[in-house]
C-alpha cells in the first residue's frame, strides 16, 4: 500500500531562515506527490505536487519540493520563513487504486519573529 | 468561487442522536471523499464517492453512513454517534483522481464534539 511518513511533529525556525518540512514515500510505481498546508480553524489547502518531470517542484506561497528518487522524499522548502506560514502542513501520495490520497500525520511548523 | 461547502462548521451532540453534515461543491466534480482528522493520526478516509450513486468504504467507515443522490451533495450521516466519533471532519472532491494532474479541494471542516 501506498504511504508517506513525516518523521518530525514539529519544526521551529526563526522568520528569515530557510525551512525544511520532511517527508518520505512507500509506493509501488510512478509517484504521485502532493503537499498541503493547514492554516487555524481553516481547510487544507494546495500547496504543489509532484506527477512527473522536474524533480524540483515550485509551489504557492513561495514553496518548493525536492523530489529524490532514490531517497524516496520529497521534502518541503522555502529559502526565507515568514512568521505567516506558520501552520499544520501534510504530504500526501494518490493510492495506487486513484480511490483516495493517503496523508501523512502532519508537521506543525512555527515561524518565531 | 469554486469551492467546497460544508456544514455545519462546529457542532456538540448527545450520544445516540442521529446528525448529518452536509457537503456541496459547486465546480462539477466527480469524485468526493470525507475524512477525519485526528491528532497524531494525520487525516483519514471514511468514505469515497467516484460518482452519483456509486460510493464505498473508506479506510474507518464504521459508524458511518453517506448518499450521492446528486453529483454536488455528499453528505455524512452519523446515525447514532458516539464518543469515539469526536473529531475534525474534511469533505473533499476532485475532478478526477483517475487522473494524475488532479488533488483535492477541502472544505472548511466540521468540528464535531459527542459527549
Known amino acids: 500500500a501506498q504511504s508517506v511518513a513525516q518523521p518530525e511533529d514539529q519544526v521551529n525556525v526563526a522568520e528569515g531562515n530557510p525551512l525544511t518540512v520532511k517527508c518520505t514515500y512507500s509506493?509501488?510505481?510512478?509517484?504521485?506527490l502532493f503537499w498541503y498546508v493547514q492554516y487555524p480553524n481553516r481547510g487544507l489547502q494546495f500547496l504543489l505536487k509532484?506527477?512527473?518531470?522536474?524533480?524540483l517542484v515550485k509551489g504557492s506561497y513561495g514553496f518548493e519540493a525536492e523530489f529524490n528518487k532514490s531517497q524516496t522524499s520529497f521534502h518541503l522548502k522555502k529559502p526565507s520563513a515568514l512568521v505567516s506560514d506558520s501552520a499544520l502542513y501534510f504530504c500526501?501520495?494518490?493510492?495506487?487504486?486513484?480511490?483516495?490520497?493517503?496523508f501523512g500525520t502532519g508537521t506543525r511548523l512555527l515561524v518565531s519573529p | 468561487e469554486a469551492q467546497v461547502t460544508q456544514n455545519p462548521r462546529y457542532l456538540i451532540t448527545v450520544t445516540g442522536k442521529k446528525l448529518t453534515v452536509t457537503c456541496s461543491q459547486n465546480?462539477?466534480?466527480?469524485?468526493m471523499s470525507w475524512y477525519r482528522q485526528d491528532p497524531g493520526l494525520g487525516l483519514r478516509q471514511i468514505y469515497y464517492?467516484?460518482?452519483?450513486?456509486?460510493?464505498d468504504k473508506g479506510d474507518v467507515p464504521e459508524g458511518y453512513k453517506v448518499s450521492r443522490k446528486e453529483k454536488r451533495n455528499f453528505p455524512l450521516i452519523l446515525e447514532s454517534p458516539s464518543p469515539n466519533q469526536t473529531s475534525l471532519y474534511f469533505c473533499a472532491s476532485s475532478l478526477s483522481l483517475g487522473t494524475a494532474n488532479y488533488g483535492y479541494t477541502f472544505g472548511s471542516g466540521t468540528r464535531l464534539t459527542v459527549v
Open positions: 509532484y506527477i512527473t518531470g522536474d524533480n
Open positions: 500526501a501520495v494518490r493510492d495506487t487504486g486513484f480511490q483516495k490520497l493517503v
Open positions: 509506493v509501488s510505481g510512478n509517484p504521485y
Open positions: 464517492s467516484m460518482n452519483v450513486e456509486v460510493t
Open positions: 465546480m462539477n466534480h466527480e469524485y
